[in-house]
Nanobody, 120 residues
Framework: QVQLVESGGGLVQAGGSLRLSCAASGSIFSRSAMGWYRQAPGKQRELVATITTGGSRNYVDSVKGRFTISRDNAKNTVYLQMDSLKPEDTAVYYC??????????????WGQGTQVTVST
């Protein structure tokens, strides 16, 4: 049974910082590309950042220079450091793991989400 458990969300003023964590149970973490998505009310879920097993990172343009994704394979944990937060960053943030299952396919796992609210 694979579980992804996010933590670290909360309420912060604009310009502040939060660090999200996502702990993975099971044996998938070191072989999985990891990512963070977010979904604001009335909007589709969007990709925020990804990190491969080799440490390569990608970000959506709106968070470049403000957010940093990292991973600690020894702790089976991926992080999202969020600085200079803006009200438009308000959303439920979801962690995901893409575990390779062969033939170029992956099995995607999701966490339950953590709320981030940025006030003006």
């Amino acid at each position: 049974q694979v579980q992804l458990v996010e933590s670290g969300g909360g309420l912060v003023q604009a310009g502040g910082s939060l660090r999200l964590s996502c702990a993975a149970s099971g044996s998938i973490f070191s072989r999985s590309a990891m990512g963070w998505y977010r979904q604001a009310p009335g909007k589709q879920r969007e990709l925020v950042a990804t990190i491969t097993t080799g440490g390569s990172r990608n970000y959506v343009d709106s968070v470049k220079g403000r957010f940093t994704i990292s991973r600690d394979n020894a702790k089976n944990t991926v992080y999202l450091q969020m600085d200079s937060l803006k009200p438009e960053d308000t959303a439920v943030y979801y962690c995901n793991a893409d575990f390779p299952v062969g033939l170029g396919m992956v099995h995607r796992y999701w966490g339950q989400g953590t709320q981030v609210t940025v006030s003006t």
